[in-house]
């Protein structure tokens, strides 16, 4: 009993630890790159002129530009979203990034499966792969992968490699992987379509309560995993 207390307790001191860095980075962050960032702003008519001069060509290198972010699995997503929203608005930057992660993660899923456990294994670890294998292989592994998809601070591009090596349907794979990330990928586009009209108060609110959603998805994404895996023991 006292061990598992323990365990709790420095559970809790990690987690406030964790929050504060998170805090630190962002105010780092905020203060480094203010001055791009402003820079950035003072030319965004530039900016959006040339992308709608470019026309086709843009679309098309800003979906490249997404199918990358899925296949390489190490770039923030979160970074080509808001920049998607920012240069095409909500709507059609959320149509973009869709095709270009139907495009990617169909390119790291057959990939995974032709080439198995050796390429997924260089980017994830042996412990670490078997977890997650466990999760979404046997029953009810359709709701664990809209699960995992769905909650946020979780490697997605890395589950796509992981889904390969299982027996899914590809295309229902895709479809619940789709789903999963909408919600996410909708709010990126929205704040970054904000951030390009200035629109500040809200981008304020929107980025608040997106921190306290990821936070909180974070903090309880092991007992949500654990629900999970309940779940599926007794399917």
Known sequence: ???????????????????????????????????????????????????????????????????????????????????????????????????????????????ARLLGFRLVKTFVSAPKLAKLLRLVSGTKSELVIFTLFLLPGLPKDVLTYIAGLTPVNPWRFLALAILGRLPALVVSCYIGASLEQENLWAVVIVSALSAVLILGGWLYKDWILEKVRMLKSEA
Request: charged share 15%.
């Open 1 to 111: 009993m006292v061990e598992i207390e323990g365990k709790q307790k420095l559970k809790i001191i990690l987690n406030i630890i964790a929050l504060m860095l998170l805090i630190g980075a962002i105010v780092y962050l905020s203060i480094r790159y203010t001055p791009q960032a402003a820079e950035l702003f003072a030319r965004r008519d530039e900016l959006k002129e040339a992308v709608e001069n470019e026309g086709l060509y843009a679309i098309a290198a800003f979906i490249c530009v997404q199918v990358f972010q899925v296949v390489v699995a190490a770039v923030p997503g979160e970074l080509v979203q808001l920049a998607g929203g920012y240069l095409f608005g909500t709507f059609w930057g959320a149509v973009f990034l869709v095709s270009g992660i139907i495009i990617g993660s169909l390119v790291a899923f057959f990939a």
